[in-house]
């Protein structure tokens, strides 16, 4: 009898459970659909990109990729990291801190070379157009060979040249002054932004050292603890290293890191017109 007893008043619990149950049921599948109407409708951007690929006989061609801008985030690099990963795994590209400071991931974005990291995704309808640096030899698809501007940049000497080491073993000092001179210059992180904008750099790239080769050269030409710097302005002394620039000023323009590689320039030719 007690067992029969329990049981039924198990059952009645379970059946008073299972109505109040109910009303909360309903108010968490109210829920779920209040939640799937509310979700944003697909917010489509096209970006067509610059597609080559050296292993084949095709022709260079842009590829229209659909992006899901509420999927994705801000940059112009997350949307090529986006396609990458869901569209296409062999599109090609360069890129690695996603911070503005390795350079890798240069290239020429709606016409005006940037950095893939810091540009944001347009809001205007039109497809984003997607380039590699403008007047270099590709490798393939986004990624340019970047070899003859390496070349020019270990040109220069880009370190601290000293006629003789310092006797107590100790760094070279430089002054508060001194030091804020080199600011606007070392920031430079080689991403050729500047150079392939030059209309100079485009028809004589492999005389012409281009801004930010020159500018890179200044930083050291101006370094107190340097004391080759006459050498580096005779080094630098010739019709086509320094004297194809025009003063286009297109590489102060484009610069992602918002240097004046122009206004280096203008300064190591003023250097030279002292020596002389």
């Not at 007893?5 to 109210?30: D, E, M, N, V, Y």
């Not at 396609?83 to 240069?106: H, M, P, V, W, Y």
């Not at 974005?109 to 990291?117: K, P, Q, R, V």
């Not at 200044?218 to 340097?226: K, L, M």
């Amino acid at each position: 009898m007690a067992m029969t007893s329990i049981l039924a008043r198990s059952l009645t619990l379970s059946g008073k459970l299972s109505a109040q149950s109910k009303p909360f049921a309903r108010a968490l599948s109210s829920a779920s659909d209040m939640k799937l109407s509310s979700e944003k409708a697909p917010k489509i951007k096209h970006f067509k990109i610059y597609r080559w690929n050296p292993d084949t006989k095709e022709k260079p061609t842009l590829v229209d990729y659909p992006v899901d801008l509420n999927k994705c985030g801000p940059m112009v690099l997350d949307a090529l990291i986006k396609i990458k990963n869901e569209q296409d795994s062999t599109l090609t590209f360069r890129r690695s801190c996603r911070e503005g400071i390795c350079g890798s991931c240069a290239m020429n974005i709606d016409g005006e070379n940037t950095l893939a990291c810091l540009a944001h995704i347009s809001d205007a309808s039109k497809a984003t157009k997607i380039y590699p640096l403008p007047h270099m030899h590709v490798v393939k698809d986004l990624v340019p060979d970047m070899q003859n501007f390496y070349d020019q940049y270990k040109s220069i000497k880009p370190w601290l040249q000293r006629n003789e080491a310092n006797p107590d073993g100790k760094e070279t000092l430089q002054s508060v002054e001194d030091r804020r001179k080199l600011d606007g210059m070392y920031e430079c992180i080689l991403c050729a932004c500047c150079s392939t904008s030059c209309p100079s750099y485009w028809w004589n790239s492999t005389e012409y050292l281009g801004p930010a080769v020159l500018q890179q050269a200044f930083r050291w030409i101006d370094d107190s603890r340097d004391e080759q710097t006459k050498e580096r302005l005779q080094q630098l002394d010739d019709a086509f290293k320094l004297y194809r620039c025009h003063t286009v000023m297109n590489c102060s323009k484009t610069c992602p890191k918002h240097l004046n590689p122009g206004k280096a320039i203008a300064k190591i030719k003023a250097r030279i017109a002292e020596m002389h």
